[in-house]
T-cell receptor, first 112, second 115 residues
Framework: SQQGEEDPQALSIQEGENATMNCSYK?????LQWYRQNSGRGLVHLIL?????REKHSGRLRVTLDTSKKSSSLLITASRAADTASYFC????????????FGSGTQLTVLP | DSGVTQTPKHLITATGQRVTLRCSPR?????VYWYQQSLDQGLQFLIQ???????AKGNILERFSAQQFPDLHSELNLSSLELGDSALYFC??????????????FGPGTRLTVL
């Protein structure tokens, strides 16, 4: 079963614009991670934010976490055509099952 | 390149058959995870092995089984295949035993088509 739901399902923007993707989840978490997947290929880990953190940066990526709303957002600034991919959030529950539960993903298309 | 290798890249087989997917983790990683990605179910965790022992189980069917060998490579066995088993199967690896605490490194996947 999927814990996270990404919004929007698909996003199309121009190169240079910012892209924002949202993820909502249902249960208490230990951490939340974002992954990127280029078409039909393996996932690449982007960033991990722990439940006691509110914001994290990595290069052009900014992730926020609001545990009271059970939601997270991923912002990609100054997007490039190479950012075109599917983006997934994955949650790790705060219970004993410390495994990744992936959301349904957002397909981002960056037009040159 | 994540350092995780998977073979074969593509597999086409018929219903009722059995196949084996192989994964070699990154050097030094003791955990191997298997995931299934399909259009209707999304990306689902199947099973984790840590240093040869089963560590965690997810949505893995009874027709599926896995093992991790002393050299740490892993195999996922899928039997009595059905059309609905057609999917991308990913292997991932990590250093530690806790699946969600350590960063996982994904292989390129095996695309299974059941006809």
């Amino acid at each position: 079963s999927q814990q996270g739901e990404e919004d929007p399902q698909a996003l199309s923007i121009q190169e240079g614009e910012n892209a924002t993707m949202n993820c909502s989840y249902k249960t208490s978490i230990n951490n939340l991670q974002w992954y990127r997947q280029n078409s039909g290929r393996g996932l690449v880990h982007l960033i991990l934010i722990r439940s006691n953190e509110r914001e994290k940066h990595s290069g052009r990526l900014r992730v926020t976490l609001d545990t009271s709303k059970k939601s997270s957002s991923l912002l990609i600034t100054a997007s490039r055509a190479a950012d075109t991919a599917s983006y997934f959030c994955a949650t790790v529950s705060s219970g004993s099952a410390r495994q990744l539960t992936f959301g349904s993903g957002t397909q981002l298309t960056v037009l040159p | 390149d994540s350092g995780v290798t998977q073979t074969p890249k593509h597999l086409i087989t018929a219903t009722g058959q059995r196949v084996t997917l192989r994964c070699s983790p990154r050097s030094g990683d003791l955990s191997v995870y298997w995931y299934q990605q399909s259009l209707d179910q999304g990306l689902q965790f199947l099973i984790q092995y840590y240093n040869g022992e089963e560590r965690a189980k997810g949505n893995i069917l009874e027709r599926f089984s896995a093992q991790q060998f002393p050299d740490l490579h892993s195999e996922l066995n899928l039997s009595s295949l059905e059309l609905g088993d057609s999917a991308l199967y990913f292997c991932a690896s990590s250093v530690g035993s806790s699946g969600g605490i350590n960063e996982q490194f994904f292989g390129p996947g095996t695309r299974l088509t059941v006809l």
